[in-house]
């Protein structure tokens, strides 16, 4: 049994989890009518709860956020009333839970809302939308100013939600290719103002809504996930790492609870980075760092051990083994995870 992931730990004053092991953020498209959470998703994350800390799959923070089919949001009465009965199932299990804000920016489709995909800058992506292949993506509008103070603030709102749902924090979805990674990076943020062209600019969407959220809720129950390799529906630039150079120095005095790498492959090194995304954010994060990305409880264990981070996420895994911490924990073999197992809630 790889021990290290069984210390209990206290990320801040406010927040300790009972061990390592994060159940990584699972975008399942089961959410009901309205986007609101349903008993299924209840009965789904309740048996996960003996995870140090659960991220619950990506959950939309206003209509026009939406990418895929069936995810959940936090912007309504009866999203937050949802959201409640998982948070108490979680919490009467012994668990802890955190919300993932999501916005998509361009990977948004008008399918899904009334209104303009939105994004940095008026530059596309190719392709279709998954599950729903007759939707082609479409050419975003560059918000305007205005529009990025709202979408600070519904970033806020959507945090001050998931405290009323019972949630024990957020992370703030910065990673992916969403909307808070088109601003960070060169292939999709092409603005002219003091959103655009320099480190510091591209930075400024990610820290106002990381600074809104931290003011409305209090930074010890913020993270933040981030993508500075770019994997997913972006292209990578060798002008991205002053970007992230400069966004990442600057979270070191936010005391954020902690920032989680945005990666499938952890393996994966980009030369921008000099290697691996976990490799270089922990060259300048101070903080607690969220490795991820196709670890096992023994491999984790041991980047943990050589303090390559300090808490493991795991996604698939968790998708296949509900009970993938007492399996890890009694020593037993874990089901190795297949796709076919996204087409139900178990
Ligand atoms: C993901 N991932 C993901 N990431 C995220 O930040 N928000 C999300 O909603 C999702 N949704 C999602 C759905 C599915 C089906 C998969 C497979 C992955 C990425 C996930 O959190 C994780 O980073 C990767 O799965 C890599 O970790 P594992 O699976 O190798 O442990
Ligand atoms: C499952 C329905 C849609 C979920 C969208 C959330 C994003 C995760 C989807 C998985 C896609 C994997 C892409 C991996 C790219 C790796 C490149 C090396």
């Excluded at 009518?33 to 991220?55: C, F």
């Excluded at 799959?57 to 959940?72: C, F, L, M, V």
């Excluded at 998982?86 to 920016?105: I, P, R, S």
């Amino acid at each position: 049994m790889p021990q290290v992931l069984f210390e209990n730990v206290k990320l801040n004053n406010t927040i300790s989890l009972n061990n390592r092991i994060l159940m990584a953020p699972l975008t399942r498209c089961m959410a009901g009518d309205d986007l609101v959470p349903t008993d299924d998703m209840v009965k789904y994350y309740a048996k996960r709860a003996k995870a140090g800390l659960i991220i619950s799959e990506a959950t939309i923070i206003r209509p026009d956020g939406q990418g895929y089919p069936n995810t959940p949001g936090l912007f309504t009465q009866a999203q937050i009333t949802g959201w409640k009965k998982v948070t108490d199932a979680v919490h009467a299990e012994g668990g802890k839970m955190f919300a993932q804000l999501w916005h998509v920016g361009r990977v948004a489709h008008p399918y899904f809302f009334d209104g303009e995909v939105l994004a940095p800058s008026a530059i596309g992506i190719e392709g279709t939308v998954p599950r729903m292949r007759e939707l082609t993506y479409q050419t975003p509008k560059a918000v305007t100013q205005e529009e990025i103070a709202q979408l600070v603030a519904d970033y806020a709102q959507a945090a001050a939600n998931a405290i009323e749902a019972g949630f024990d924090g957020v992370e703030i979805h910065g990673a992916n290719g969403y909307l808070i990674d088109q601003f960070l990076h060169h292939a999709a943020n092409q603005r002219i103002d003091e959103y655009g062209q320099t480190p510091e600019n591209m930075s400024r969407f990610a820290l106002e809504v990381t600074d809104a959220v931290a003011e409305r809720i209090g930074a010890d129950r913020v993270g933040l996930r981030v993508s500075p390799g770019a994997y997913f529906n972006m292209d990578g630039d060798q002008r991205d790492r002053a970007v992230f150079d400069y966004l990442i120095k600057a979270l070191n005095s936010r005391n954020l609870a902690y920032l989680h790498v945005g990666i499938f492959d952890d393996a994966m090194e980009f030369d921008y980075l000099g290697g691996s995304v976990s490799a270089y954010l922990r060259s300048i994060y101070k903080g607690t760092l969220v490795g991820v990305g196709s670890y096992t409880a023994e491999s984790g264990a041991e980047a943990i051990q050589n303090q390559k981070f300090d808490l493991l996420a795991i996604g698939r895994p968790f998708i296949a083994n509900p009970d993938y911490v007492e399996k890890v924990q009694a020593g037993q073999a874990v089901k190795e995870y297949d796709e076919s197992m996204l087409a139900t809630l178990d």
